[in-house]
């Protein structure tokens, strides 16, 4: 069983910065994937971004340019650094880990940006 705790949502202005923070724990042997995604009333959960095993870095276009995923192994941690954030933004963000045929979702953490 894997735990996936989130931390660093909350309430920016548009233009502002946040650092989302996952923290995984329990039996990690092996993962394909740690990334985030996102969910915002009325629409699907989307990808944000996601860092895989190899190192290798997937971006929404949504994301790009303005957010950055990082993983400290040694923490078994991801994070998501997320600069000039705009309205649009707004939305639950969950930690989700994949792993060769299963994956675990955080509880997921609010982030809101007022315009």
């Known amino acids: 069983q894997v735990q996936l705790v989130e931390s660093g949502g909350g309430l920016v202005q548009a233009g502002g910065s946040l650092r989302l923070s996952c923290a995984a724990s329990g039996s990690i042997l092996r993962f394909d994937y740690m990334g985030w995604y996102r969910q915002a009333p009325g629409k699907q959960r989307e990808l944000v971004a996601r860092i895989f095993s190899g190192g290798i870095l997937d971006y929404a276009d949504s994301a790009k340019g303005r957010f950055t995923i990082s993983r400290d192994n040694a923490k078994n941690t991801v994070n998501l650094q997320m600069n000039n954030l705009k309205p649009e933004d707004t939305a639950v963000y969950y930690c989700?880990?994949?792993?060769?045929?299963?994956?675990?979702w955080g509880q997921g953490t609010q982030v809101t940006v007022s315009s």
């Open positions: 989700h880990i994949w792993m060769v045929t299963s994956g675990y």
